[in-house]
């Protein structure tokens, strides 16, 4: 059983079949499919099962690929070490998280992680806080930052930082002249779908203060409900730091506002208990000395 056959076979889970995995591999698809074949003639277990013109993973190829991860993630953290007796002049990290939390949050701090360590090789996942904390636990990544609560069984949970709700409107465009649920409750509403962690937040505030909105505009992406705004769709309601005052893309041309009614959210780094490999834990280093003198940074659970 081979390292390359083991990478093979996570590829083609993350990046959704054959064909992107030999793509993402540098190798041709019969070549990944023959690796496949000798992992199931090693294991002597299918680890596909075909779903009219696809190739889902079976329930054994999903326990071989938790497996698989684990492997991997532990000769990442054998590296890792052998970098760090070099200076970290090699390596890798990877981060699983939320698109917006990616873009608005790490991207900056990845940027100073990247000039200060040019030699170790970045990986960012885009995922749910949910999808994340399992992507953390089967080791396909070393950090993970989440909204808490979650489900984090098995892993170390540390607080990283809070965050509130603003409201965002078109500047000049028609917007509530209170700052209350009632008025924006009356407003057109740019939120984000039902089903995500943060419309369940926005939807109980909602009704805390017995209102529900009439008329509202559901969108997948934050990115999106910003978008609309701006173009004068409606309000949209988005976490603070997803549009910071001095966003060049919207500067005068939004309106925006503090929705302290919301209740705020926290923020959390989930990793995989013990010593991090040398990569992550500088950059947990460096996103400790971001947040000196934040108050709400604290360790909140530790599951060993």
Known sequence: MTIDR????????????????????CVSQPALSAQIKLLE??????????????????????????????????IERLHGE?????????????????????????APRLARFAREHPGVRLRVWNRTSGETTALVREGGADLGIVTLPVETGGLVVEQWREYGWVALAKA??????????????????????????????????FAAADQLPARVLELDLVELQIEFALAGLGIAVVPDFAFPTASVAGKGKASRWRLDWIPRQR????????SPAPAAGAFLALLATSTTGDPSRRAVARTP
């Open 267 to 274: 923020l959390g780094i989930v990793r995989l208990p013990g």
């Open 82 to 106: 052998s970098a760090a007796l070099r200076g970290l002049t090699s390596g890798s990290l990877s981060i699983a998280t939320g698109d917006v939390i990616a873009c608005r949050l790490l």
């Open 6 to 25: 083991l990478r093979a076979l996570c590829a083609i889970v993350d990046q959704g079949g054959f064909e992107k995995a030999a793509q993402s591999l």
């Open 172 to 205: 000049g465009g028609r917007r509530p002249r209170a700052r209350t649920a009632e008025a924006l409750a009356r407003s057109d509403l740019l939120l984000l779908e039902q089903g995500t962690q943060a419309r369940f937040v926005v939807d109980a505030a």
């Open 41 to 74: 003639g090693e294991t002597g277990l299918e680890l596909f099962v075909r779903s009219g013109r696809r190739k889902l993973l079976s329930a054994a190829g999903r326990q071989i690929v938790s497996r698989a991860r684990a492997v991997l993630a532990e």
